[in-house]
């Protein structure tokens, strides 16, 4: 079981990028999927999230810019950040907890699960 990000990039100040993440592997079940970052010397925060039941919600820095949405078919989430700020420049990693199928041991396992970052960069 993977989370897959991918849409991370340069881009000037005013900009706009939409980063994909997809879940995939055994799967029977995913849950909260959200996203986070990591900007150089500082802890990693969460930027959004998006309930299996599609409520959103955003931390103080981003609302009105960026825009979290999932498809669940797909299990896939998307996070389209508008009007980019160069402190929104980062590494953003998603994240969710996943129900895994059982293995050979005949056992479902909850997983927590990390994608692998994709690199967000803003330039003023």
């Known amino acids: 079981v993977q989370l897959q990000a991918s849409g991370g990039g340069l881009m000037q100040a005013g900009g706009y990028l939409r980063l994909s993440c997809t879940a995939s592997?055994?799967?029977?079940?995913?849950?909260?999927m959200r996203w986070f970052r990591q900007a150089p010397g500082k802890e990693r925060e969460l930027v959004a999230t998006?309930?299996?039941?599609?409520?959103?919600n955003y931390a103080d820095s981003v609302k009105g810019r960026f825009t979290i949405s999932g498809d669940s078919a797909k299990n896939t989430v998307f996070l389209l950040m508008n009007n980019l700020k160069p402190e929104d420049t980062a590494v953003y990693y998603c994240?969710?907890?996943?129900?895994?199928?059982?293995?050979?041991?005949?056992?479902?396992?909850?997983?927590?699960?990390w994608g692998q970052g994709t690199l967000v960069t803003v330039s003023s």
């Open positions: 994240n969710s907890y996943i129900v895994a199928l059982p293995g050979t041991d005949g056992a479902f396992k909850y997983l927590e699960v």
């Open positions: 592997g055994s799967i029977s079940s995913v849950d909260d």
């Open positions: 998006i309930t299996r039941g599609g409520l959103p």
